[in-house]
Every structure is written in C-alpha cells, then in structure tokens.
C-alpha cells in the first residue's frame, strides 16, 4: 500500500463547475497536510495546507481534512481553465518528512 | 526575492560521467530536501539536510551523495551517473518540521 495514494486521472470538469480532488494515507501519526499545484515541465508550488480535522478556505480553494478517515481532499469552486494542472497530496508523517502522492491531473475545459 | 535558485536548468551526462547539482536558498530555512520526480513515481526524497551540518538518507539515497555546505546551500554529487538517474531533480526547503517546502525549478538530467 503507497503511503499516499491519489487517483492519477484525468479529472475532466466544466469551466464554472467545481472540482474535487482526494487524497488518504496511511500514517496514522501524520500532522500536517499540504496541496500543491504543478504544471507541466515546472515545479510544485504549495496552495493550500491544513493541519486539523474539518475545512479550511483560501478563496476558491477548500481543502478537508478527516484524520479519523486518513482523508484529505481539495475542492476548487469556479473551476477555470487556468487551474489545469496537476494536484500533488503531501502529508507529513512522523519523521517530519512529506511523502508526495503521484498527482491528479485535472481538466478544465471551456 | 530568489527563493530556491538551482543550477543547472538541463544537463546531459555520458554514463559514468560525475556532476553535481547545486542548490541555494535566500529564506533562511533551517531544513534542504531532494527529490527526483519521475512519470508515474511521484516525488521521492533522495537526501535531506534537517539543519546545517546535519544529512540524512531518504528513501532513494543509492548513487548520490550530499553536503550542507552551509546554511543556504545543499548540493547533490552524482559519482557514476547511470540511465537509471535520468529524471527532474528538484531541491526545496523549508523553515521548520510540518511546514510547506518551497521548491527550486527544477533540474532536467538526461543520462545517455
């Protein structure tokens, strides 16, 4: 079992609709969880992060957290073109390091 | 406002052949990470510095070596490349445990 595990889509959405993009893991002792945006050929740029059970809102990003669960997940409101690219779940685990899922590329189309 | 500057931006080596790839970043981070990133893999920490003076082996550390040379910069040595390392090298840092990295841009390595 991958320590974080993300469903590499294609995740196809409208423009407008929202998006949701999930992520588990399997350390239970992980504290801190991090979204991270990553367009093609650059590097990972840190969009959002949570640290405690329940939503935490930046603009159009919400990001949820359910440790009971070991569930993260990233909703995008208002989906635009602009947002395709892929969303990479990093999570800290007890050695204080973050461990990367593979990504989800997400779609947005007009 | 640099951030995280690596160099180079694309290197192609012979098999065998050495390099290192540097690092450097101007926020005054305690901790240097990296990664290589391969299609389908993810990232995956090869080496890290949690403090200056201090490195530690991650989870793909074989045929790599690292210095802290201080506290702005974290080199990664390649002694032998092989067509194996052929990947986008990243390196990042942050402030302290539990806080987000920021990333470099990236360095594209094409072992032939």
């Known amino acids: 079992q991958k320590e974080v595990e993300q469903n590499s889509g294609p995740l196809s959405v409208p423009e407008g609709a929202i998006a949701s993009l999930n992520c588990t893991y399997s350390d239970r002792g992980s504290q801190s969880f991090f979204w991270y945006r990553q367009y093609s050929g650059k590097s990972p740029e840190l969009i959002m992060f949570i640290y405690s059970n329940g939503d935490k809102e930046d603009g159009r990003f919400t990001a949820q957290l359910n440790k009971a669960s070991q569930y993260v997940s990233l909703l995008i409101r208002d989906s635009q073109p602009s947002d395709s690219a892929t969303y990479l779940c990093a999570v800290t685990g007890t050695a204080s390091k973050l461990t990367f899922g593979t990504g989800t590329r997400l779609q947005v189309t007009l | 406002n640099a951030g995280v500057t690596q160099t180079p931006k694309f290197q192609v080596l012979k098999t065998g052949q050495s390099m290192t790839l540097q690092c450097a970043q101007d926020?005054?981070?305690?901790?240097m990470y990296w990664y290589r990133q391969d299609p389908g893999m993810g990232l995956r920490l090869i080496y890290y510095?949690?403090?200056?003076?201090?490195?530690d082996k991650g989870e793909v550390p074989n045929g790599y070596n690292v210095s802290r040379l201080n506290k702005r910069e974290f080199s990664l040595r390649l002694e032998s490349a092989a067509p194996s390392q052929t990947s986008v090298y990243f390196c990042?840092?942050?402030?302290?445990?539990?806080?987000?990295?920021?990333f470099g841009s990236g360095t594209r390595l094409t072992v032939v």
């Open positions: 990042a840092s942050n402030q302290n445990e539990g806080s987000g990295y920021t």
């Open positions: 510095s949690a403090s200056e003076g201090t490195t």
């Open positions: 926020m005054n981070h305690n901790s």
